[in-house]
């Protein structure tokens, strides 16, 4: 039969402009958590990270927001480039210092039109 | 400093064959771990190793595969006698295990696997 691939939530913006991926997470019991670029063949690139006793953490040109509350993450990216676009996917793990997992999320295609 | 490698980069098997696949983790990282990832869809945990010992093997299928990491060279991740089902892009990630510090995981270019 044929395989049918799963289609990623895609996000189009014009380049200049600010953009918003969320993110929802499974786990309540997750305490760190990581959003991560991944181009066309390449592995994921290390974007940002948050700890759970924070709930804003800002980087260059990106910021990630943390609601526990809801189980919810955001990255957003300021002044988004061409070379912003990717699949972007958030990454939660269960005990921030130890040795373990990152569950990822399904992932969010951003493109930036010129 | 270079970051996590992995060769082959690409690797084309036939059904029944044997793959092997290697990982040297960043310098001074102690910590592997291997994930798979299928077209358009995300990262899938398969294993967790240390020098010497796998410290989390519940995301590895129980059969056909295997992983180590040798107190001496690469990580390998081995898949014994593919199937179809295998293609697939592997990536693995290394982590510092700094004390006190967030165990984040830096991720290699990853192997594309084709089963043909």
């Known amino acids: 039969g044929e395989s049918v691939g799963l289609h990623l939530p895609t996000l189009s913006v014009q380049e200049g402009d600010n953009s918003i991926i969320n993110c929802a997470y499974s786990n309540s019991a997750s305490d760190y958590f990581i959003w991560y670029k991944q181009e066309s063949g390449k592995g994921p690139q290390f974007i940002i990270d948050?700890?759970?006793?924070?709930d804003k953490r800002q980087g260059q040109r990106v910021t990630v927001l943390l609601n526990k509350t809801v189980k919810h993450l955001s990255l957003q990216i300021a002044a988004t480039q061409p070379g912003d676009s990717a699949v972007y996917f958030c990454?939660?793990?269960?005990?921030?210092?130890?040795?373990?997992?990152?569950?990822f999320g399904e992932g969010t295609q951003l493109t930036v039109n010129p | 400093n270079a970051g996590v490698m992995q060769n082959p980069r690409h690797l084309v098997r036939r059904r029944g064959q044997e793959a092997r696949l290697r990982c040297s983790p960043m310098?001074?990282?102690?910590?592997v771990y291997w994930y798979r990832q299928l077209p358009e869809e995300g990262l899938k945990f398969m294993v967790y190793?240390?020098?010497?010992?796998?410290?989390?093997e519940s995301g590895m299928p129980k059969e056909r595969f295997s992983a180590e990491f040798p107190k001496e060279g690469p990580s390998i991740l081995r898949i014994q006698q593919v199937v179809r089902g295998d293609s697939a892009a592997y990536f693995c990630?290394?982590?510092?295990?700094?004390?006190?510090?967030?165990?984040?995981?830096?991720f290699g270019p990853g192997t594309r696997l084709t089963v043909l």
């Open positions: 990454a939660e793990k269960v005990g921030e210092t130890s040795g373990s997992r990152l569950t």
């Open positions: 310098k001074g990282h102690s910590h």
């Open positions: 190793l240390q020098k010497e010992n796998i410290i989390d």
């Open positions: 948050i700890r759970s006793n924070m």
């Open positions: 990630a290394s982590s510092p295990r700094l004390a006190g510090g967030p165990d984040t995981q830096y």
